[in-house]
């Protein structure tokens, strides 16, 4: 009888399954439903010049229930594909956005 535990090790190698890419970037759009866009940076450098240069690509992440917001920066991941354009998963909010303006006035300030 054969014991089926979830582990994270895999018997013939005794290493992790392989998981999908991560990525981490900060959130430009959240007008769609349950979707968000995510702008990921990186440095690389020029092939020919040798100069490093910085290159974006934006993603379309799965946001079930709408936790991030412009501005976060968030971590996503790999996931099967949910739509045309979308294939990652907001896997979490690594640093929130400092909203600004968004603090309701105190009963103290108010003018009569």
Known sequence: ???????????A???EPK???EK????????????????????????????IVKKRKKFYA????????VGDLVKIVEHRPLSKLKRWALAGIVRAAVQVGAA????GTEKS
């Open 104 to 107: 309701k006035p105190s009963a």
């Open 19 to 21: 998981r999908g890419q």
């Open 62 to 69: 799965h946001d079930e229930q709408g936790l991030a917001k």
């Open 1 to 11: 009888m054969a014991d089926n535990t979830n582990s994270q090790a895999t018997p």
């Open 13 to 15: 190698t005794g290493k």
């Open 24 to 51: 981490i970037g900060e959130v430009v759009s959240t007008k769609m439903q349950k979707t968000i866009v995510v702008e990921v940076s990186r440095r690389v450098a020029h092939p020919l010049y040798r100069r």
